[in-house]
C-alpha cells in the first residue's frame, strides 16, 4: 500500500516534489510500514519529505496498481491536504535528502513531470475535490 497527498493551489495548480532517487516527480507520500493506516502513513510522510504537520483532509482517491516491472500489485490512497500558497510551499523543508525540491505546477506540468499514471490520479484527485467524492482508479485510471 502507498498513501499521498494532495495539495492544491487556489488556481488549479498542484504540488509536486521532486525525489532525489528517481527521475519522474510524485506527490508527497510513500510506502505504508507494516502496522501502519494509509492516512497515519500520509502523515508521517509530510513530516518526513516536507517537515511539516498538517491535518489530513477526506480520502480522494483509491487506485489498484497492476503489477508492472518487477513490482506487485498494490493499493494508493490519495487524501486531501487543502489549498496552499506559493509561500507555503517556499517554508517546507528536506531535512532527510529524500526530496530535492517542490513547486505547484498544472496539470499538463505534472503530466510531463511524473508518469502518466500519476498524471491521471492527479485528474481524479482534482475531480474528486469538486465532485465532494471518492473517486476509484485502477492503474491511475478513473473507473469510478
Given at each position: 500500500m502507498a498513501a499521498?497527498?494532495?495539495?492544491?493551489?487556489?488556481?488549479?495548480?498542484v504540488l509536486l516534489v521532486e525525489p532525489s532517487y528517481k527521475p519522474n516527480w510524485e506527490i508527497p507520500g510513500g510506502a505504508v510500514e507494516a502496522d501502519e493506516s494509509p492516512w497515519a502513513a500520509a502523515a508521517r510522510e509530510?513530516?518526513?519529505?516536507?517537515?511539516?504537520?498538517r491535518p489530513l483532509?477526506?480520502?480522494l482517491v483509491v487506485d489498484h496498481v497492476?503489477?508492472?516491472?518487477?513490482?506487485?500489485d498494490a493499493m494508493v490512497f490519495v487524501f486531501d491536504g487543502g489549498v496552499v500558497t506559493d509561500a507555503?510551499?517556499?517554508?517546507?523543508?528536506?531535512?532527510?535528502?529524500e526530496i530535492v525540491s517542490?513547486?505547484?505546477y498544472t496539470l499538463a506540468?505534472?503530466?510531463t513531470l511524473g508518469k502518466p499514471m500519476l498524471a491521471h490520479r492527479l485528474e481524479a484527485a482534482v475531480a474528486a475535490v469538486q465532485e465532494g467524492a471518492v473517486v476509484l482508479c485502477e492503474h491511475g485510471e478513473r473507473v469510478g
Open positions: 499521498g497527498v494532495l495539495f492544491r493551489s487556489s488556481d488549479g495548480r509530510l513530516v518526513e519529505e516536507l517537515g511539516t504537520e483532509g477526506r480520502l497492476h503489477a508492472y516491472d518487477g513490482r506487485p507555503d510551499v517556499a517554508a517546507f523543508t528536506f531535512t532527510d535528502g517542490a513547486g505547484l506540468q505534472a503530466n
